[in-house]
């Protein structure tokens, strides 16, 4: 799957088990990008080149990389199952236990093709609704982080 379809499952997914806030929805975002790391034209991959080093979809695709995620932080690791979870459903599919080679999931929607297209315009309507559902508690927080980073800020330069 294409990286905007990963990042808009992402979001869905912090709004929909989470809350709007910067705390869930950033480490979600990033989640749900992470795995693709090991490719080289992935959003993250073009900053951080370790596709040279690590064989696409493999462990950064499997349960270790979920566990490993979920240590640093709940939220990260909910965006990386979401990302996992829409790998599944591609022709490659999973291996969910590497190295263990067998891959699990159902081939059913070809990454780049129209049914990912129409799968990504789906998440983008519903990502849409819940954002105006909640914008109220999202632009909140944002003012409240700003807040707290300006006076952290201030408190560190006087
Ligand atoms: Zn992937």
């Given at each position: 799957m294409k990286g905007t379809t990963h990042l808009a499952m992402g979001l869905l997914t912090g709004f929909t088990?989470?809350?709007?806030?910067l705390g869930v929805l950033i480490p979600v975002a990033v989640g749900s990008l992470l795995?693709?790391?090991?490719?080289?034209?992935?959003i993250l991959g073009k900053y951080l080149p370790l596709g040279r080093y690590i064989k696409h979809r493999t462990w950064t695709h499997s349960v270790y990389a979920l566990g490993l995620a979920y240590l640093i932080n709940p939220w990260l690791a909910l965006g990386v199952a979401s990302h996992i979870f829409l790998d599944?459903?591609?022709?490659?599919?999973?291996?969910?236990?590497?190295?263990?080679?067998t891959r699990f999931g159902i081939k059913f929607i070809k990454t780049g093709g129209p049914l990912e297209s129409l799968l990504r315009l789906g998440l983008c309507y519903g990502l849409f609704l819940s954002f105006q559902a909640q914008q109220d508690v999202f632009f909140a927080n944002v003012a409240q982080t700003v807040s707290i980073w300006t006076q952290y800020i201030f408190n560190f330069l006087t």
């Open positions: 088990f989470g809350s709007p806030t795995p693709d790391i090991d490719h080289q034209n992935s599944m459903l591609t022709p490659a599919r999973v291996p969910l236990f590497y190295p263990n080679r």
